[in-house]
C-alpha cells in the first residue's frame, strides 16, 4: 500500500528466497504445506492504522457494556451451554475488509468477529521469518500496544496458562494433529510448553479431567479451548465427558464466548465502519438491493454456509430465519500489487483480555479471488495468510 516500500519488495523479491522461507515455516510439519502462505505481508501507514485501531476500540468497548452482556445472553444454544462462564472473553478477534471511500481513502469494514483464539503462535513465527528472508524497513512492526516478541509471548503465556504448571494445562482439539492450523499448535507447545491433546483421549473421573503423558495420568487444570462445536457434532466423535458438566477445571477461552462474540454480535454493531447487518428473522421488509447482500449462518466456521447471491425467493425459502443473518456485501479493495494483479486484503486484530481487552498483534489474508478462501484462489500466487507491517 505505500508505494516505495512495496516498489522496494517486489523488486528484490526472489522466488528461491521464497521458497527457503516457505521451507523453514513448514518444518513444523514434516514439510507439509497445510494452508497457502502468501508471498509477501502488507505494509500499511500510519493513517490506515489509526483507523483499524479506533474501529477495533469501538467495537471492543461495545462489547463491555451492559447492554451488549443483555443482548447476547441467549446467544448460546441450550443444549451447548457451558457452565462457570467468565465475566469477558480471554481471546478476541476483529476481522476487516479493507475498501475504499468515495475519496480513495483506503478504510476498514467490519466482516467477522470471533471470541476464540487465532493463530497467536503462528504470527509470531510469521514476524521472525518474514525478517530473516525479507527486508522490512525500519520502524514497522507487527506487534501493538508497545510490545515486542517477548512481551507478546508472556502475554500469551500468561493467558494460556494461568497460574498452572504447563503440564497441568493443554489445547484442546478434535484430532490436533489433522487440522489446518495444527503448525500453531506446534509453536505453542513449543513456546508455552503444554501439549496438543484429543478430546477423545480425555478421561473423566468424578469432575476432574486427566490426559495421558508419556502413559503418565496427569491432571487437567486448564484447557486451551480449539474445539469448534459444529466440526464436533459433524464428526459425531464419542469423548468421555460431557461440556455441559461440572467440572473442575479452567477454560483459557470459555467456549460460550465462541457463540456470544460471533456474527451473533453483527446485527448490534453500529459505525461508519459496519455494514447494515440484520437478524433476518427480525426483516419486515426486505432490502430493494438483495444483490448487495450476503447470508451468513450464525453458528458456521470457516465461512461454511455463506450464500452470496441473495434474492427474495432464496430468503423465503429458509424455515429457521433465527439462525441467519443478511450482511450487507463490502467491496474489497484492490491494495497489494503483485506481478500479474493486485491483490484484496482482509486484517485480523488480535485481542487478549486479561484485565483488560489488549491489542497485542494482527493476521492478513489477502485474495483474488469473488471471496477469501482457498476455493476462491486455486492457481493463483501472491495470495493467502501473511501479516501487517505498521509504523
Known sequence: MIASIRKNFNYSFSENIYKKYIQELWRWTGGEEDFRVCETPLFIDAALTEKLVSASEEIVKFLMTDEFK???????????????????????????????????????????????????????????LNRKYYQIPEGFYTYFSNLNEYDYFSILRKAILGEHEPENVILLEIQPHNQKTRIDFYITEKFIGIKSVCITEIEKSGKKLFYRNNSKKVEIKRIYNRVIFDELIRKQLKYNFDFRDELEVEWAGHPNWFFKISKHTLPLIKGSFAPECFYLNQIIN????????????LYSFAGSGVMVDVNKELL???????????????????????????????????????????????????????????????????VGSNIVYHP
Open 70 to 128: 443483555k443482548l447476547s445472553s441467549n446467544a448460546v444454544p441450550l443444549n451447548l451451554n457451558v457452565p462457570n462462564e467468565d465475566s469477558h472473553p480471554l481471546f478476541l478477534q476483529v476481522d476487516f475488509a479493507i475498501t475504499q471511500n468515495s475519496n480513495g481513502e483506503f478504510i476498514p469494514k467490519l466482516i467477522e468477529l470471533q471470541g476464540f483464539p487465532s493463530l497467536y503462535s503462528f504470527q509470531a513465527e510469521l514476524d521472525r
Open 316 to 382: 423465503d425459502s429458509i424455515n429457521d430465519k433465527e439462525n441467519y443473518i443478511l450482511q450487507q456485501k463490502v467491496e474489497y479493495a484492490p491494495l497489494i500489487e503483485t506481478p500479474d494483479q493486485y491483490s484484496r486484503a482482509e486484517i485480523r486484530m488480535m485481542y487478549i483480555w486479561i484485565d483488560k481487552p489488549t491489542l497485542v498483534n494482527n493476521l492478513l489474508r489477502t485474495s483474488k479471488g469473488k471471496m477469501m478462501g482457498v476455493d476462491f484462489n486455486k492457481g493463483k500466487t501472491w
Open 286 to 297: 426486505y432490502p430493494g438491493d438483495l444483490e448487495n447482500y450476503v447470508l451468513k449462518p
